[in-house]
């Protein structure tokens, strides 16, 4: 396994760690969260907390996770996959263990957690998706779950857990795109007269989607302006469906009219949008929807000259590169050091040393290096590092 997570590192770059979620009752509770996620996708914030991929048919990959034990005692975490689905701009996740088809393509290593107190557990999940999976999503839950609280007499039992979603995208081709359209919005004053918009988004792409972002209000009465404001977490978009994004407001704000800019995004996908808007004065009431016109990107056209003379010299850069290379790989590789000897040292080495280290290592090729125990015991940046400098060397 280790050998092979160094090969990865090697070709594809390196895993990145995500953040922490946790389940909570009055004597603590039970933590969860992601430990590893695709290169591919180190600057997509879902991919950090969720498990989120596109595969082929027949393809099989793993992912480490962290359970932890945050009560005050021993406790015997039960560990297991089960079903859920997008529904009405929610991620559900099925009743108690109810299976799907996902649910059923996957393994974890450690069904069962004896933990202490502060105690914690890393397993590894496999999905294994069958030759014959139909094109299409897919979702399901990994649960970390205590055992339920003992209730009082005649008191419901409570069951404390907490889950990574998946969402699992499989195809024979590329992977689907993420997009969406911010449609319309819609000013509203909530039985507390607190103001709210409501913006309704459709999803246009192939993926579902986790929506956040923002509002910014500018041009109100008397000039004012406000924000941003922050979109209440929690919609998850089906594909092909639409659905309201709540942004709930400063109550102390006045009716307007306002020129109100939304950003919303999904994982790297962003989408911005504006439109006028005026609060209605009474609690409760709701405005007319206002269409939304979408803010476009700034056209590249001005820039295509500039382009052109950067992507010129670009490609005069990489031919004298290639033909450095090539001269270069003529020759013999003079190493100093036996490539165990160097990897190993290569682990602490800073400034100088680590890049004469770098050179002596690629210099054994990228069949050595994999060959080499020592491969194994890098650290990621190193590893993704030396995997580069491989790659320029062209052995």
């Known amino acids: 396994m280790r050998r092979a997570l160094a090969m990865l590192l090697l070709m594809a770059g390196t895993l990145v760690p995500a953040?922490?979620?946790s389940a909570q009752s009055q004597n603590g509770g039970v933590g969860i969260r992601l430990l590893e996620a695709p290169t591919a996708r180190e600057k997509d914030?879902?991919?950090?907390?969720?498990i989120v991929d596109h595969v082929k048919p027949g393809a099989s990959f793993s992912r480490k996770f962290e359970v932890s034990n945050t009560t005050s005692g021993q406790r015997l975490i039960s560990i297991y996959a089960a079903a859920a689905d997008v529904v009405g701009g929610q991620f559900v996740p099925a009743d108690g263990r109810t299976q799907n088809e996902l649910s059923g393509w996957i393994t974890l290593d450690t069904n069962n957690a004896d933990l202490p107190a502060g105690g914690t557990v890393q397993p590894r999940l496999t999905i294994t998706v069958p030759p014959t999976a139909t094109e299409g999503e897919r979702y399901a839950v990994i649960w970390a779950e205590l055992p339920p609280a003992t209730p009082p007499a005649g008191g419901v039992a409570v069951v404390n857990r907490v889950g990574l979603r998946v969402y699992l995208s499989v195809g024979a081709g590329g992977e689907p795109a993420t997009d969406f359209v911010i449609e319309s919005l819609t000013a509203e004053r909530d039985a507390q007269k607190r103001p709210v918009v409501q913006a309704t988004v459709k999803n246009t792409g192939g993926r579902a989607l986790d929506l956040s972002g923002n509002l910014r209000l500018?041009?109100?009465?008397?000039?004012?302006?406000?924000?941003?404001?922050?979109?209440?977490?929690?919609?998850?978009?089906?594909?092909g469906a639409s659905a309201p994004v709540t942004i709930p407001l400063d109550p102390s704000l006045p009716d307007g009219p306002w020129d109100a800019r939304i950003e919303l995004r999904s994982s790297t996908t962003v989408r911005?949008?504006?439109?006028?808007?005026?609060?209605?004065?009474?609690?409760?009431?709701?405005?007319?929807?206002?269409a939304a016109d979408p803010v476009e990107e700034k056209s590249s056209s001005s820039m295509l000259p500039v382009l052109l003379a950067v992507g010129g010299g670009v490609l005069l850069l990489l031919l004298l590169l290639f033909l450095l290379l090539r001269r270069r790989s003529s020759a013999p590789p003079t190493v100093a050091l036996p490539l165990d000897d160097?990897?190993?040292?290569?682990?602490?080495?800073?400034?100088?040393?680590?890049?004469?280290?770098?050179?002596?290592?690629?210099?054994?090729?990228?069949?050595?290096?994999?060959?080499?125990?020592?491969?194994?015991?890098?650290?990621?940046?190193?590893?993704?590092?030396?995997?580069?400098?491989?790659a320029k060397t062209g052995r």
């Open 272 to 290: 911005t949008a504006e439109a006028t808007i005026t609060f209605p004065a009474a609690a409760g009431a709701t405005a007319s929807p206002v």
């Open 45 to 50: 914030p879902r991919a950090r907390r969720s």
């Open 218 to 239: 500018t041009n109100g009465p008397g000039g004012l302006s406000a924000g941003p404001f922050d979109a209440r977490l929690g919609t998850t978009l089906a594909i």
């Open 342 to 390: 160097v990897l190993t040292e290569l682990r602490t080495a800073e400034g100088k040393r680590r890049t004469e280290l770098m050179g002596m290592a690629a210099a054994y090729g990228k069949e050595a290096i994999m060959a080499s125990p020592a491969l194994a015991a890098l650290p990621v940046q190193t590893a993704r590092d030396l995997g580069e400098r491989v």
């Open 19 to 21: 953040i922490s979620a």
